[in-house]
DNA sequence: GGATTTTTGGAGCGATGACACCAAAAATAA
DNA sequence: TTATTTTTGGTGTCATCGCTCCAAAAATCC
């Protein structure tokens, strides 16, 4: 009933043990596996498609991963980690007003929740919103993370504040609720096969509800 | 492999038959399982949890609805006509122009999305994303139902654009998409914990980018 | 009351899911 | 080479899932 974690194993990349070295990438099979809970979700995939999309046998898996829940928090960290990339590159680049950061995110979110070289939309945005109670652990990290990009988007736009970007009346924390929500809203359009072109343009429409700067409080951009 | 849609007799609420007559009632029992689907979703809810919440045996659950797969059409549809008596009455409401339609079923959407009597958020926004292959079917279904209520969207904004409400270069598509996505991200937000007024503000934060009537053509309500 | 019709409980079935184990194979250190 | 360490394929296990069948029970019509 209560899974175990237990993780093998599970030698670093650039190991130099004694035995027998395993055939397959560890990163390769993780990428694989991520992808195929990106596009399914985690009870929507089963352990022979795990092993068959990683391509190795059920004791590696095993041996390496642990179980389909380690595997699980793996692989959404891992995604968390490359769709990091991008998200944090633009929220904080230092170049640019907030305004046109957000603007900016919504422009790369449609070209990233389209894109053919992997699933459709977000692995985050709709995962464990609608599971059975046993999933639990599953759906309590999802909202999570969740909040965490939300607050993330409040924090940028305190920023934003301080920089007056925007006006100091402004509550961050609804705005980003807001921006939040709207991605999450896009996640949904791609996956039910929303172009490219239509999720930038739902973003560009997101955008209107941008607040205008206090008219005594010009805003420039960041220096 | 291919679900028989054999539904047994099923036969009328007021019927008369012969029969011992069903010990349990059928829409009360629908009415059950449609909330235990809106909760865990068609994957994440079982059939054994099924005839527990609706207080039936597996062979009554089989006389009376089918199959699995039948039972979750008839309780969506079942979610569909309560939940469209509240959204097609605010969209088509003769005495209220356009925006304020819209503004008015965010309204909604915040109370309804976070009702103590029902499962939160919505049935249909996040369901059939991430899912078994197997489920295709599903989740064409539910796709087709998320377009459905974006496409009576547009048909509202075109009917303001007729009104005067809206002005004549609107792209009525794009804007229901955009108020599509929001409704989406909101239904995640709910799922999340946010409270009835948070749902509520970002309803009216996405208000403020519905587009400004032109200025040479003045909107007023609809009369 | 007897015949008929329908529901009901319970048992069981084949398939799948996730894991667990084991002995053979392979690679390295000594 | 030998011993050691680790991976690997194959098989087995236990639970759950969704469904199916059957005979008993119950209610109606005649």
New interface residues.
């Given amino acids: 009933m209560t899974p175990k974690i237990n993780q093998g194993t599970k030698l670093e990349e650039g190991r130099r043990g004694r035995g027998r070295p395993a055939v397959f990438d560890r990163g390769t099979a993780l990428n694989a596996a991520m992808k195929l809970f990106w596009?399914?979700?985690?009870?929507?995939?089963?352990f022979d498609?795990l092993i068959a999309a990683m391509g190795i046998s059920a004791s590696s898996f095993y041996n390496s991963f642990g179980s389909k829940e380690a595997l699980y928090g793996e692989a959404t960290r891992s995604y968390l980690e490359w769709a990091g990339q991008w998200f944090f590159a633009i929220l904080n680049d230092p170049s640019i007003d907030t305004k046109t950061a957000f603007a900016r995110l919504f422009e790369a979110t449609a070209e990233e929740f389209t894109r053919g070289d992997h699933p459709l939309?977000c692995m985050i945005?709709?995962?464990g919103?609608?599971?059975?109670?046993g999933?639990k652990n599953v759906r309590d990290k999802m909202?999570e993370y969740?909040?965490f990009s939300e607050s993330a988007m409040a924090e940028r736009m305190r920023k934003g504040v301080a920089n007056g970007d925007l006006s100091e009346d402004t509550?961050c924390d609804?705005?980003a609720?807001?921006y939040?929500?709207?991605?999450?809203?896009?996640?949904?359009?791609a996956?039910?096969?929303?172009s490219r072109e239509?999720l930038s343009?739902?973003g560009r429409?997101?955008?209107?509800?941008w607040?205008a700067a206090k008219p005594e409080k010009r805003a420039g951009p960041a220096s």
Same sequence: chains 1, 2.
């Fill in positions: 596009e399914r979700g985690y009870e929507g995939t089963s498609d939309g945005s709709l995962a919103t609608h599971c059975s109670p999933m909202a969740r909040a509550d609804m705005l609720a807001y939040s929500a709207v991605a999450r809203g896009l996640a949904v359009q996956r039910d096969g929303a239509k343009e739902i429409l997101a955008m209107r509800a607040p």
